[in-house]
């Protein structure tokens, strides 16, 4: 398949990551709906999220949960929600938006801009609260 997400996997090109383990990959989105919007990414390649087998599917929640309690600690949102929408990069993957209302997860809003500065900061700050 050989998507932009298997080039950030492979290390072919760079991203804020987040958290990575054997299975998954978490990174920053580069066109955020809301600071801290992050991308769960299985490191396999499928299209589909729900062509994952129920293994994968399992773990990809429980490591999305740790994202998300970090992406709690900080920014300010009420909560951290989950979109599955699938059709911009054909790779599964979890969207984790931080939201204050519902209104904030909407796609159709405009997108956040955010220096590298800013990003790296952002990065920083996840990471430091997954522990």
């Known amino acids: ?14 991203s804020y990551t987040i958290a990575e383990n054997e299975n998954f990959i978490s990174f920053l989105d580069i066109n955020p709906l809301t600071v801290g919007h992050c991308l769960v990414v299985p490191k396999i390649e499928i299209d ?5 087998d129920d293994s994968y599917l399992k773990e990809i929640l ?6 998300s309690s970090s992406l709690s600690k900080t920014v300010d ?10 059709l911009e990069v054909p790779h599964a993957h979890l969207h984790l938006i931080p939201f204050i209302n519902e209104n ?5 809003n405009k997108r956040i801009e955010m220096t ?15 522990n």
Do not use: H
């Open 1 to 14: 398949m050989g998507t932009i997400f298997s080039k950030i996997i492979n290390k072919e090109i760079p």
């Open 48 to 52: 589909y999220l729900f062509d994952l």
């Open 62 to 67: 429980i490591f999305s949960k740790k994202i």
């Open 77 to 86: 949102c009420v909560r951290v929600g989950v979109s599955v929408v699938g």
């Open 104 to 108: 904030d997860m909407s796609f159709s």
């Open 116 to 130: 590298n500065e800013e990003f790296l900061d952002l990065q920083s700050k996840i990471i430091k609260n997954l």
